[in-house]
């Protein structure tokens, strides 16, 4: 996982402008005593003027146009400017001159130029004082030459395809301040030379293969702000001599071979914002530096050998909003002085040696989201003073000695997803209120004291994946509630002292991957569903006498069997007709790959009982034909009025089976003969939907076959599509900016669990706003997995072209191979499609497999006058979130594939709110486009 900041380069424009406007300046005021006394000239100290007067802007032109006829077919059209014996005409993209025909600056950033960097002629610019060519995609080494551009103040090369070392004649740039090669593919060490950089205030070698040790000369930089080293191979001690680097605001040696101690005058100018060192093999304390620096925003040293106390050696910061010191060997206690950070957002200090109580002035960093005390040696109770903490998202205290009851305030966690509490000395009941945390999708109270029975509350939260109880000392029946977790893929109640028989509620647990009830007292027949034909005998061992489908266990006998299928076929058709409950559709039906598509039935009904395929993901326990009829009766057979949208192989329609019991039918098209279209889009969608389970994943409940009818039956979702949404402008103006900032959370989550959390990974191919719908609370679930696949890792993955115009990934135009980074593009167009409240259109150009797809004509765009002009311009906090979306989105939308993020670290990045280095109103969408310098 890569945190934003390490994907944030500075923005520096300033101290540039400022020496062009002196250097402009100084050639104007020559300029004019050339004129003035015309005899000067012959006594003049030889320089640009005179070259210029005898062709600079000539010469130069040469040189461009050469450079321009070796750049591809692609690129060549970008720079049609480019066209005349003059460099220095008004119309030459990229070009800046200064008086009389000089050229200063070549900015040819985000053009999605592919060529060799070293065919250009460096030699013939030699007056250039700011040469940006990042985010393009320019191979081959640096060229020694740009050593003679010995007036250059500014280099950026980020973001190309560069390789080789880095050249030592680096060091004749006397006069540079900001140099970035990051994000390149450069190899080798950092040269010694680049100490002799003396007024280089910025220094961006992130994201390379550089090896070696950081060279001690780094320690002259002295005016260094920002120092990027993250993400290359580099090894060896971090040199002391960087204690003398003491105005950083930015200091970065994360995921390198480092060892040895941290700077201790890291902070010691007191202006440090952003320090990561983690995954690395750093030792000995926390810099001392660290204690008193009030500038803090973000800190990440995890994943080290660190030492120290964690009481002693840090203090109070305002403006910290992250920090992660897991996986390291501090000691100490936490103090109650954290609880004054007020605007800490993430603390995690898992995988230590910090011992003593919980502080309840931790309830005082109201805007916490995530809490890791996870693996330490904590003892107490958990605080009351916890339930003030509303925003919290995962709260994970396990592996610590805490003990008392787990408090009622755990109901006030209205936004938990997470929480663990396990291996831990907790005891008394599991609190009612639990069930009020209607987010969670993970819960594991397992390997404590903790007693009585599961309250049936827990039934409540229907998002519910993972649910683990087991090694506790809980007892009695278990509630037909816990039936109502249709979502669950993972249960364990093992090693506990519950009773009787299994509910039959259970059978609707038809998303159930994994169960473990073994060591219980447990009787009778277990459900015939996969999770329970599937486990290990290991998993029901040590029961009283229970029977049924797991292997090596004894049949049933048919008395009981009988009984069992009778009482739960009554208890299906009272529930479908009636409508008793009101949490989810009562079609219990796993559903699984149909096996069907070239069969028929025979009559004019479709019979859903038990099929003999052999398939063990297809098993209808009851009469389907009921079911059949009542969605054909609640459409009035499919009628024009209860249409809700239309897809590519068939149309969706609003079932309303009573009152509090509406379903989403996607019928498929069908053809005269009877012949079904799109069956094998309704198969790949069934087996996608059967084996993936996510809050943010519309359900499926079921389907059917049928020559006149066939159809899939899915949640319904009040407020529909995305789409849909924001073409309503009333609709558009009810999603404001933080549901729309959920709403991408939500789709982001989905696409990171399909990419990175199922095995093998699913990938959906058709990512649009009519793919992504929202329930009652603004919710988003992705929809219509018609063209998902499978994304084999032993598979070349080639594929037919497939998806929604202008959605598709760029790459599948030229080299149709299907990979996940298919799904990250339609994510970056969703993002922009949220922001800009339309879909971005030609903003975003593709021009064959550059690095960069936002338009040259949108990268001068303000961010402000591109968001959707229904809401209110954003502010604050809001104004943060929408700048980090823009970001990410224009990072999704790289037009190379390698350069997307994962939908991991989108979906982990989404929350991270990053302080805006300039007014908001003054952010164009190239700067947030330029991922470097």
Same mark, same amino acid.
């Given at each position: 996982?890569?945190?934003?900041?390490?994907?944030?380069?500075?923005?520096?424009?300033?101290?540039?402008?400022?020496?062009?406007?002196?250097?402009?300046?100084?050639?104007?005021?020559?300029?004019?005593?050339?004129?003035?006394?015309?005899?000067?000239?012959?006594?003049?100290?030889?320089?640009?003027?005179?070259?210029?007067?005898?062709?600079?802007?000539?010469?130069?032109?040469?040189?461009?146009?050469?450079?321009?006829?070796?750049?591809?077919?692609?690129?060549?059209?970008?720079?049609?400017?480019?066209?005349?014996?003059?460099?220095?005409?008004?119309?030459?993209?990229?070009?800046?001159?200064?008086?009389?025909?000089?050229?200063?600056?070549?900015?040819?950033?985000?053009?999605?130029?592919?060529?060799?960097?070293?065919?250009?002629?460096?030699?013939?610019?030699?007056?250039?004082?700011?040469?940006?060519?990042?985010?393009?995609?320019?191979?081959?080494?640096?060229?020694?030459?740009?050593?003679?551009?010995?007036?250059?103040?500014?280099?950026?090369?980020?973001?190309?395809?560069?390789?080789?070392?880095?050249?030592?004649?680096?060091?004749?740039?006397?006069?540079?301040?900001?140099?970035?090669?990051?994000?390149?593919?450069?190899?080798?060490?950092?040269?010694?030379?680049?100490?002799?950089?003396?007024?280089?205030?910025?220094?961006?070698?992130?994201?390379?293969?550089?090896?070696?040790?950081?060279?001690?000369?780094?320690?002259?930089?002295?005016?260094?702000?920002?120092?990027?080293?993250?993400?290359?191979?580099?090894?060896?001690?971090?040199?002391?001599?960087?204690?003398?680097?003491?105005?950083?605001?930015?200091?970065?040696?994360?995921?390198?071979?480092?060892?040895?101690?941290?700077?201790?005058?890291?902070?010691?100018?007191?202006?440090?914002?952003?320090?990561?060192?983690?995954?690395?093999?750093?030792?000995?304390?926390?810099?001392?530096?660290?204690?008193?620096?009030?500038?803090?925003?973000?800190?990440?040293?995890?994943?080290?050998?660190?030492?120290? %106390? $964690?009481?002693? +050696?840090?203090?109070?910061?305002?403006? #910290?909003?992250?920090?992660?010191?897991? *996986? !390291?060997?501090? =000691?100490?206690?936490?103090?109650?002085?954290?609880?004054?950070?007020?605007?800490?957002?993430?603390?995690?200090?898992?995988?230590?040696?910090?011992?003593?109580?919980?502080?309840?002035?931790?309830?005082?960093?109201?805007?916490?989201?995530?809490?890791?005390?996870?693996?330490?040696?904590?003892?107490?109770?958990?605080?009351?003073?916890?339930?003030?903490?509303?925003?919290?998202?995962?709260?994970?205290?396990?592996?610590? %000695? $805490?003990?008392? +009851?787990?408090?009622?305030?755990?109901? #006030?966690?209205?936004?938990?997803?997470? *929480? !663990?509490?396990? =291996?831990?000395?907790?005891?008394?009941?599991?609190?009612?209120?639990?069930?009020?945390?209607?987010?969670?999708?993970?819960?594991?109270?397992?390997?404590?004291?903790?007693?009585?029975?599961?309250?049936?509350?827990?039934?409540?939260?229907?998002?519910?994946?993972?649910?683990?109880?087991?090694?506790?000392?809980?007892?009695?029946?278990?509630?037909?509630?816990?039936?109502?977790?249709?979502?669950?893929?993972?249960?364990?109640?093992?090693?506990?002292?519950?009773?009787?028989?299994?509910?039959?509620?259970?059978?609707?647990?038809?998303?159930?991957?994994?169960?473990?009830?073994?060591?219980?007292?447990?009787?009778?027949?277990?459900?015939?569903?996969?999770?329970?034909?599937?486990?290990?005998?290991?998993?029901?061992?040590?029961?009283?006498?229970?029977?049924?489908?797991?292997?090596?266990?004894?049949?049933?006998?048919?008395?009981?069997?009988?009984?069992?299928?009778?009482?739960?076929?009554?208890?299906?058709?009272?529930?479908?007709?009636?409508?008793?409950?009101?949490?989810?559709?009562?079609?219990?039906?796993?559903?699984?790959?149909?096996?069907?598509?070239?069969?028929?039935?025979?009559?004019?009904?479709?019979?859903?009982?038990?099929?003999?395929?052999?398939?063990?993901?297809?098993?209808?326990?009851?009469?389907?034909?009921?079911?059949?009829?009542?969605?054909?009766?609640?459409?009035?057979?499919?009628?024009?009025?209860?249409?809700?949208?239309?897809?590519?192989?068939?149309?969706?329609?609003?079932?309303?089976?009573?009152?509090?019991?509406?379903?989403?039918?996607?019928?498929?098209?069908?053809?005269?003969?009877?012949?079904?279209?799109?069956?094998?889009?309704?198969?790949?969608?069934?087996?996608?939907?059967?084996?993936?389970?996510?809050?943010?994943?519309?359900?499926?409940?079921?389907?059917?076959?049928?020559?006149?009818?066939?159809?899939?039956?899915?949640?319904?979702?009040?407020?529909?599509?995305?789409?849909?949404?924001?073409?309503?402008?009333?609709?558009?103006?009810?999603?404001?900016?933080?549901?729309?900032?959920?709403?991408?959370?939500?789709?982001?989550?989905?696409?990171?669990?399909?990419?990175?959390?199922?095995?093998?990974?699913?990938?959906?191919?058709?990512?649009?706003?009519?793919?992504?719908?929202?329930?009652?609370?603004?919710?988003?679930?992705?929809?219509?997995?018609?063209?998902?696949?499978?994304?084999?890792?032993?598979?070349?993955?080639?594929?037919?072209?497939?998806?929604?115009?202008?959605?598709?990934?760029?790459?599948?135009?030229?080299?149709?191979?299907?990979?996940?980074?298919?799904?990250?593009?339609?994510?970056?167009?969703?993002?922009?499609?949220?922001?800009?409240?339309?879909?971005?259109?030609?903003?975003?150009?593709?021009?064959?497999?550059?690095?960069?797809?936002?338009?040259?004509?949108?990268?001068?765009?303000?961010?402000?006058?591109?968001?959707?002009?229904?809401?209110?311009?954003?502010?604050?906090?809001?104004?943060?979130?929408?700048?980090?979306?823009?970001?990410?989105?224009?990072?999704?939308?790289?037009?190379?594939?390698?350069?997307?993020?994962?939908?991991?670290?989108?979906?982990?990045?989404?929350?991270?709110?990053?302080?805006?280095?300039?007014?908001?109103?003054?952010?164009?969408?190239?700067?947030?486009?330029?991922?470097?310098?």
């Amino acid at each position: 996982m890569v945190p934003s900041s390490l994907k944030d380069e500075p923005q520096c424009h300033k101290a540039v402008f400022l020496k062009l406007f002196n250097f402009s300046l100084g050639v104007m005021i020559i300029g004019m005593v050339l004129t003035l006394f015309p005899g000067f000239a012959s006594t003049a100290t030889p320089g640009f003027p005179l070259e210029a007067e005898n062709g600079n802007a000539e010469k130069a032109a040469e040189t461009l146009l050469k450079w321009k006829s070796t750049l591809d077919n692609q690129s060549r059209p970008l720079l049609s400017s480019w066209q005349g014996e003059n460099a220095c005409s008004s119309n030459w993209t990229g070009i800046t001159c200064d008086l009389p025909g000089v050229v200063t600056s070549l900015n040819l950033s985000n053009m999605g130029l592919r060529g060799m960097l070293g065919a250009l002629n460096f030699t013939a610019l030699p007056h250039l004082v700011s040469l940006d060519l990042s985010n393009n995609s320019f191979r081959g080494p640096v060229p020694q030459e740009v050593g003679k551009l010995r007036s250059l103040i500014r280099l950026n090369l980020y973001g190309n395809n560069l390789n080789g070392f880095i050249p030592t004649s680096i060091g004749n740039l006397s006069n540079l301040e900001n140099l970035c090669l990051a994000a390149n593919g450069l190899s080798g060490p950092i040269p010694q030379e680049v100490g002799d950089l003396r007024g280089l205030t910025i220094l961006a070698l992130s994201r390379n293969s550089l090896n070696g040790s950081i060279p001690t000369s780094v320690g002259n930089l002295v005016n260094l702000t920002v120092l990027l080293l993250h993400f290359n191979n580099l090894s060896g001690f971090v040199p002391r001599e960087l204690n003398n680097l003491t105005r950083l605001v930015q200091f970065t040696l994360a995921q390198n071979e480092l060892t040895g101690k941290l700077p201790e005058n890291v902070c010691l100018g007191g202006s440090l914002e952003v320090f990561t060192a983690f995954d690395n093999r750093l030792n000995g304390p926390i810099p001392k530096s660290l204690r008193n620096c009030s500038s803090l925003v973000r800190v990440w040293l995890q994943g080290n050998r660190l030492s120290g %106390n $964690i009481t002693e +050696d840090f203090g109070v910061y305002p403006k #910290l909003k992250f920090i992660d010191l897991s *996986l !390291n060997r501090l =000691s100490g206690k936490l103090s109650w002085t954290w609880g004054l950070c007020s605007s800490l957002e993430s603390l995690r200090v898992s995988q230590n040696v910090i011992f003593g109580e919980i502080p309840p002035m931790i309830g005082n960093m109201t805007q916490l989201r995530v809490l890791d005390l996870s693996s330490n040696y904590i003892t107490g109770g958990i605080p009351h003073e916890l339930g003030r903490l509303f925003l919290l998202i995962e709260l994970s205290l396990y592996g610590n %000695n $805490i003990s008392g +009851d787990i408090p009622l305030e755990i109901g #006030l966690f209205s936004s938990l997803a997470k *929480l !663990n509490l396990a =291996s831990n000395s907790l005891s008394g009941p599991i609190p009612a209120q639990l069930g009020q945390c209607r987010k969670l999708w993970y819960l594991n109270l397992s390997r404590n004291v903790i007693q009585g029975s599961i309250p049936s509350e827990v039934g409540n939260i229907q998002f519910l994946q993972i649910l683990d109880l087991s090694s506790n000392f809980l007892e009695g029946k278990l509630a037909q509630d816990l039936g109502k977790l249709t979502a669950l893929a993972d249960l364990n109640l093992s090693h506990n002292g519950f009773f009787g028989s299994i509910p039959h509620s259970f059978y609707d647990m038809l998303g159930l991957v994994s169960v473990d009830i073994s060591y219980n007292d447990l009787e009778g027949p277990l459900p015939d569903i996969k999770a329970f034909r599937m486990a290990p005998y290991a998993a029901i061992q040590n029961n009283k006498d229970v029977c049924g489908v797991v292997a090596g266990l004894r049949a049933c006998t048919s008395s009981s069997s009988k009984k069992t299928n009778r009482e739960r076929g009554k208890k299906l058709v009272v529930r479908i007709t009636l409508s008793v409950t009101s949490t989810s559709f009562l079609i219990v039906v796993l559903v699984g790959i149909v096996l069907l598509a070239g069969k028929r039935c025979k009559n004019k009904k479709c019979n859903l009982t038990e099929l003999s395929t052999g398939d063990p993901f297809v098993v209808w326990s009851y009469d389907g034909k009921l079911v059949y009829r009542l969605i054909v009766e609640a459409t009035e057979a499919f009628h024009p009025k209860y249409r809700i949208g239309e897809g590519g192989f068939g149309a969706v329609y609003k079932a309303e089976l009573s009152p509090d019991r509406v379903l989403a039918v996607k019928k498929l098209h069908s053809l005269e003969d009877g012949e079904v279209v799109g069956v094998t889009s309704l198969q790949r969608e069934v087996k996608c939907l059967a084996n993936i389970c996510h809050r943010n994943i519309v359900k499926l409940y079921g389907y059917c076959l049928h020559p006149k009818h066939s159809f899939l039956v899915y949640e319904f979702l009040e407020r529909g599509s995305l789409r849909r949404i924001l073409k309503d402008d009333e609709a558009a103006m009810e999603l404001h900016w933080v549901r729309r900032v959920d709403v991408l959370k939500g789709v982001a989550n989905a696409l990171s669990y399909m990419h990175h959390d199922c095995f093998p990974s699913w990938i959906h191919r058709d990512m649009t706003s009519n793919n992504v719908l929202l329930d009652a609370d603004y919710e988003a679930h992705v929809s219509d997995f018609g063209i998902a696949r499978l994304l084999k890792p032993d598979s070349s993955n080639w594929t037919s072209l497939a998806g929604t115009l202008g959605y598709i990934a760029p790459e599948l135009a030229y080299l149709p191979v299907v990979t996940e980074k298919c799904d990250v593009y339609g994510f970056g167009v969703i993002a922009m499609e949220v922001i800009m409240g339309k879909h971005p259109g030609d903003l975003i150009s593709i021009s064959g497999p550059s690095s960069s797809s936002l338009a040259k004509i949108g990268s001068d765009f303000l961010l402000q006058d591109v968001l959707d002009r229904r809401l209110s311009p954003p502010m604050g906090r809001d104004a943060e979130d929408v700048v980090s979306i823009a970001k990410l989105a224009l990072g999704c939308l790289q037009v190379d594939p390698r350069r997307r993020p994962s939908m991991k670290g989108v979906s982990l990045l989404l929350p991270v709110q990053v302080p805006l280095a300039k007014p908001f109103s003054e952010i164009t969408l190239g700067e947030l486009n330029s991922f470097g310098c």
